[in-house]
Nanobody, 123 residues
Framework: QVQLVESGGGLVQPGGSLRLSCAASGFTFSNYVMSWYRQAPGKERELVASITGAGGGTNYADSVKGRFTITKDNAKKMVYLQMNSLKPEDTAVYYC????????????????WGQGTQVTVSS
């Protein structure tokens, strides 16, 4: 019923760009904080970027600040991650996350995940 479907991943050279997309359905999109997380093999999942329900506030990991931009379209129920100046250390599976406003980050209630999309940065 609740679905988050990521797309846009692929292979890119260092310094290149990719735009990830997340299509949401089955919940009231504008009431949720949307985020992108990533996980590389052998590493913990980490928050990359988040955006508030109305799109008025954003948050970025220090490692991607200035290079990545998160945006959303409430009408289309889409969230995007524009990734520029990509580095090999950006290689990971990127996951879309939706969390209801007002719940703690660690909650499993009203907290949804997509299947992930692979981003590989290599020369």
């Amino acid at each position: 019923q609740v679905q988050l479907v990521e797309s846009g991943g692929g292979l890119v050279q260092p310094g290149g760009s990719l735009r990830l997309s997340c299509a949401a359905s089955g919940f009231t999109f504008s009431n949720y904080v949307m985020s992108w997380y990533r996980q590389a093999p052998g590493k913990e999942r980490e928050l990359v970027a988040s955006i508030t329900g109305a799109g008025g506030g954003t948050n970025y990991a220090d490692s991607v600040k200035g290079r990545f931009t998160i945006t959303k379209d409430n009408a289309k129920k889409m969230v995007y991650l524009q990734m520029n100046s990509l580095k090999p250390e950006d290689t990971a599976v990127y996951y879309c996350n939706a969390r209801l406003r007002g719940v703690v980050v660690t909650t499993t209630l009203y907290n949804y995940w997509g299947q992930g999309t692979q981003v590989t940065v290599s020369s």
